[in-house]
């Protein structure tokens, strides 16, 4: 299972939104600095109604979704790359998580302390930003010296050294390591270190419940900077959310209604973090369970049956496929075989998003 961090400055509602996220989670949320120490985590299932309709096709006993891993990282501070705020502590979390989720400040409150003393979404991401920056270029350079050395008898270390002079040259412009492109082998290379700015991005611009609809001016300021980094928004009210979890699902809905949204964010947020880390989804469907089944995107059909079971990937013999739609389309599996979208694919095949798989395999 794939792990996303929540990072932040302080006070921005990161544990407020995490508590949310994962509903029974007990992440503490205080108005004050490193309320959070050890990193919290809790498993959340990624929202799907594809995965009722199936259900309902198929009259599934059991619905079993997709998940992430959330986990709650607690909040930097400037200085944190020279291990202010136990910054040091705080920033090997960030180098176990597949991806980041940003959590920004978009909201003015006089009863919640900004560490700043003011709400300035552009100043606290930079802050967060250079931090991380900071700490790679620490590691880089560190690195650097080791490979130049093994450079002189080994390719592999020249070629390393390569990549690493690629990366410090983007973070001493002030850019993010993310923002350059890597060969494959250079990817494999500079793995181990674990760079905190290589690693894809969400911002999460936590507003008030009056700015959940339509955002403000701060929503705007984190786009155009999101926009610089090819990154997403998504506008969430993580106390909004946090009220959401005592409510029933009736309850809920008029709620959102008299907010004028559908959704108050949070299930936004857990979609594209799931695609952020280049997830994708196949399902299995039968009278006794729907389930979502997660894997990377480009995986070919054996691998895919390995998520299952390792057993299937090694006698795969076959998968029997339709797409999603084209089942709904049908109402069944069987009328779907009959009009021919249901087909026979092998160890070549790429696995799509949204495919009903059955796989056929030797024990």
Known sequence: ???AGIVGLPNVGKSTLFNALVANAKAQAANFPFCTIEPNTGIVAVPDPRLQVLADISSSVEIVPARVEFVDIAGLVKGASQGEGLGNQFLANIREVDAIVHVVRCFDDDDIIHVAGSVDPVRDIEVINLELALADLSQIEKRIDRA????????????????LEKLQAVLDEGKQARSIGLTEDEEILIKPLGLLTR????????????????GNDWVEQVRQVAAQEDAQVVVVSAQVESELVELSPEEVKDFLESLGVEEGGLKSLIRATYELLGLRTYFTSGPKETRAWTIRAGMVAPQAAGVI???????????ETVAYQDLVATGSMGAAKEKGLVRSEGKEYVVQEGDVLLFRFNV
């Open 1 to 3: 299972m794939l792990r």
């Open 148 to 163: 130049r050395k093994q450079a002189r008898t080994s390719k592999d270390a020249q070629a390393e050294l390569t990549a």
């Open 199 to 214: 690693k894809p991005i969400i911002y999460a611009a936590n507003v008030s419940e009056d700015d959940l609809a339509t």
């Open 309 to 319: 079971h390792t057993d299937f990937e090694r006698g795969f013999i076959r998968a």
